[in-house]
Antibody, heavy 120, light 110 residues
Framework: EVQLVESGGGLVKPGESLRLSCAAS????????MSWVRQAPGKGLEWVGR??????????IYGAPVKGRFTISRDDSKNTTFLQMNSLKTEDTAVYYC???????????WGQGTLVTVSS | QSVLTQPPSASGTPGQRVTISCSGS????????VYWYQQLPGMAPKLLIY???QRPSGVPDRFSGSKSGTSASLAISGLRSDDEADYYC???????????FGPGTKVTVL
């Protein structure tokens, strides 16, 4: 069974940093593209970014609102992907989901999400 | 403001058929596959339809998708109370070089 478990969310002040983790199991992690999608309270889904497989260069791509501030990385030895968030803004407040792209879509499977609140 | 347009809400009585539209442009739906996700209250999204009209295993055939030009649609037939959820369309946008989601449609079973 595919499982994705996010962690690392919490309350931070504007301008601060936070690192989210997503631990994967139940599939060959190194073969998957890993993505992050967020959802502000009461709002819709917003794509954050994605990292390709290591054998495809592990390249990353980001949505405009987070480009230059957020960084996605992966550690295939730990079956984990990370989202480093710097210079956080109040508008970054959201539930952050990680998603695994295992060949059908970029978002075949989703974690349960972790809440990030940016407030002074 | 999303580049994809969905109606904010749709409703029907049990057993009815409900259709949700997703309208885009030549830079997104017009050139890429459309995917649909169901988000039950308090839950993570779940893949419902991929590549415009394909259902993952386990998704009932009451759910169907279609695409024509720069628009796509999701149909739910034989509406059930547990279909009450938010439904999102998504695709790749070539101009933005990224995934875009529709604003979501809340389906209510009357």
């Amino acid at each position: 069974e595919v499982q994705l478990v996010e962690s690392g969310g919490g309350l931070v002040k504007p301008g601060e940093s936070l690192r989210l983790s997503c631990a994967a199991s139940g599939f060959t992690f190194s073969n998957a593209w890993m993505s992050w999608v967020r959802q502000a309270p009461g709002k819709g889904l917003e794509w954050v970014g994605r990292i390709k497989r290591k054998d495809e260069g592990g390249t990353t791509i980001y949505g405009a609102p987070v480009k230059g501030r957020f960084t996605i990385s992966r550690d295939d030895s730990k079956n984990t992907t990370f989202l480093q968030m710097n210079s956080l803004k109040t508008e970054d407040t959201a539930v952050y989901y990680c998603a695994a792209g295992r060949g059908v879509t970029d978002f075949d499977d989703w974690g349960q999400g972790t809440l990030v609140t940016v407030s002074s | 403001q999303s580049v994809l347009t969905q109606p904010p809400s749709a409703s029907g009585t049990p057993g009815q058929r409900v259709t949700i539209s997703c309208s885009g442009s030549s830079s997104n739906i017009g050139r890429n596959d459309v995917y649909w996700y169901q988000q039950l209250p308090g839950m993570a999204p779940k893949l419902l339809i991929y590549r415009n009209n394909q259902r993952p295993s386990g998704v009932p055939d009451r759910f169907s998708g279609s695409k024509s030009g720069t628009s796509a649609s999701l149909a739910i037939s034989g509406l059930r109370s547990d279909d009450e959820a938010d439904y999102y369309c998504t695709t790749w946008d070539a101009s933005l070089s990224g995934h875009v989601f529709g604003p979501g449609t809340k389906v209510t079973v009357l």
